[in-house]
């Protein structure tokens, strides 16, 4: 887990740098005047978000909004700025966690503000840095964008796995005594729901920086919006295709429990049928009275039971016959 910290990464076409410390003020004196400005936070801290806030006249509802991590993933539009929050996904063991990323496009400046302090963006760094790609070359809004297309390249990896592990679970299906089962398949449904509710509003945000007429969008980043929102909505079929996928995987293993209960009362019902002559003829010669012919008699206790194999008997292959066994 990284440590606590404010980063700055300054770049324009002729070169690019990088400073972090533990305190965001440390960062005012080194941005970047003539080309961009990308500052991350990743960590909350009121404290620190409300000195961003005050540098950069950032309005205080978008404060309340970024500090709230259970905020609907959304983009809204500023007089000089474009406020964008998003769920970020990370695998951790056989877990996804998800994080609030919350996104403010200004002019010259990118503001970002993580959740937990998480390695989301280190590409994105590097290809800065590195001068790899068109992130050089290009405003900040193209900035802004690569952000929420990194998080949404996420989404297609975790979904691919839990796609995997769906089909597992279409072979795991027949088993209809497994606990394990359900277990596991309950936290592959809350992962799908949670995903589902972090990509549909994104779509709607993407949608909405598309068509969004503002002056801090250029022209030239409209493709690369276009193919965002078209990556939201394919996302989004994925998720719904899953949770179809995961239906029928239930419905096939309520038919295996449902089978197998069947199985067992089947079982359970003969033996009651059968028994139930016998505790006829039990009872009748269990009421002890007197005057019973039967209980004088010298054969008459083999002859009962021969009487009760030869019911049972009877009813077996009765059973067999009608192949109710």
């Known amino acids: 887990m990284k440590r606590r910290r404010a980063e700055l990464i300054g770049y324009d076409p002729a070169g690019a740098w990088e400073k972090e410390s533990d305190r965001v003020e440390d960062l005012f004196d080194d941005r970047n005047p003539a080309g961009i400005t990308w500052i991350n936070l990743n960590y909350l801290d009121v404290e620190a978000v409300n000195t ?13 909004d970024i500090l709230d991590t259970e905020q609907r993933p959304k983009a809204e539009q500023f007089d ?9 996904i990370h695998r951790k063991d056989e877990n996804h966690d998800f994080e609030q990323i919350s996104i403010i496009l200004k002019e010259d400046t990118v503001l970002t503000f993580q959740e937990t302090p998480a390695d989301n963006f280190n590409g994105i760094r590097k290809r800065i840095i590195n001068d790899a790609g068109r992130a050089r070359r290009a405003g900040a809004d193209y900035l802004a964008y690569s952000l929420m297309d990194s998080v949404v390249d996420e989404y297609f ?9 769906i089909e597992n679970f279409g072979e795991r299906a027949g088993d209809a005594g497994g606990r394990d089962f359900i277990v596991d398949f309950q936290e592959i449904r809350r992962d799908l729901l949670r995903l589902r509710r ?8 993407s949608n909405h920086l598309v068509h969004c007429e503002s002056n801090l969008i250029h022209a030239e980043l409209l493709p690369f919006l ?9 996302a989004s079929d994925m998720v719904d295709s899953n949770r179809e996928l995961m239906a ?19 079982v359970l019902t003969i033996i009651s049928t059968i028994f139930i002559p016998l505790t006829f003829i039990v009872g009748v010669y269990g009421m002890n009275f007197s005057r019973m012919p039967e209980l004088q008699s010298r054969y008459g206790y083999p002859l009962i039971w021969a009487v009760m194999i030869g019911i049972a008997a009877g009813m077996l292959i009765f059973f067999k016959r009608r192949r109710w066994i």
């Open 226 to 234: 276009k193919d965002l929102h078209d990556n939201t909505i394919r």
């Open 80 to 88: 000089d700025y474009i406020f964008i929050t998003l769920k970020a």
């Open 52 to 64: 961003l806030a005050k540098k950069y006249r950032i309005h205080p509802l978008t404060v309340e």
């Open 248 to 266: 029928d995987v239930m419905d096939v293993n309520f038919a295996a429990v449902s089978g197998r209960t069947n199985r067992i009362m089947k």
């Open 198 to 205: 972090a990509i549909l509003p994104l779509r709607d945000s």
């Open 157 to 165: 990896a975790v979904l691919d796995t839990l796609s995997d592990e």
